[in-house]
């Protein structure tokens, strides 16, 4: 078993629909969880960061991390086919297990 | 702006030719990665940095070297290029300290084919 998994789709939605995408993990050790968005031929780049559990809200976008069940979203509220990319997610512990863990990603293309 | 850039952005080489990828970053960061994507496994940890001088293995790094002589530059060398590293390679560097942890910059990716 992995200790990140994440559902690599392909997710296809029409534009304004609400997207969720999700992560399980197994190390209960991991702290920090992030969400980088990667367009077609590009380079990740880092879309939302949380730190231990909660909600965070950016624009359109809410990561949700819930620690007791070991389960990470990403929202995506009035989808836009400018939001059609790959979405991986990444975690990491603090001091020793600092070592950053992939998921997959899951592509989502959001059609016009 | 700073930035991290890499070259070559696609190279077609050769089984057992040495190819080397380049990564120069202007962030003035300490931390240093290099990764490979493949469809079905994700990002995979090649070799990693904390600095000059220091180079660290990942979790996939038979075939491949990388050395550290300044702070904007890891450099990755494939000794004698094999078909199963047909791939797209990620440099990426993060700051250490006061960054946040997990956050890395990545460059736009080499794609690299072996025949």
């Known amino acids: 078993q992995k200790e990140v998994e994440q559902d690599p789709g392909p997710l296809s939605v029409p534009e304004g629909a609400i997207v969720s995408l999700n992560c399980t993990y197994s190390?209960?050790?991991?702290?920090?969880f992030m969400w980088y968005r990667q367009y077609s031929r590009k380079g990740p780049e880092l879309l939302m960061y949380t730190y231990s559990s909660g909600n965070k809200e950016d624009g359109r976008f809410t990561a949700q991390v819930d620690k007791s069940s070991k389960y990470i979203s990403l929202f995506i509220r009035d989808s836009q086919p400018s939001d059609s990319a790959t979405y991986l997610c990444?975690?990491?512990?603090?001091?020793?297990?600092?070592?950053?863990?992939w998921g997959l990603g899951t592509s989502l293309a959001v059609n016009p | 702006d700073a930035e991290i850039t890499q070259s070559p952005r696609h190279k077609i080489t050769e089984t057992g030719r040495q190819v080397t990828l380049a990564c120069h970053q202007t962030w003035n960061h300490n931390n240093m990665f290099w990764y490979r994507q493949d469809l079905g496994h994700g990002l995979r940890l090649i070799h990693y940095s904390y600095g000059v001088q220091d180079t660290n293995k990942g979790e996939v790094s038979d075939g491949y070297s990388v050395s550290r002589s300044n702070t904007e530059d890891l450099p990755l060398t494939l000794e004698s290029a094999a078909s199963s590293q047909t791939s797209v390679y990620f440099c990426?560097?993060?700051?250490?300290?006061?960054?946040?942890?997990?956050?890395?910059?990545f460059g736009e990716g080499s794609r690299l084919t072996v025949l």
């Open positions: 990444a975690m990491s512990g603090a001091g020793n297990n600092r070592k950053l863990i």
């Open positions: 990426a560097s993060s700051e250490s300290g006061t960054g946040l942890i997990g956050e890395l910059f």
């Open positions: 190390n209960s050790a991991f702290q920090y």
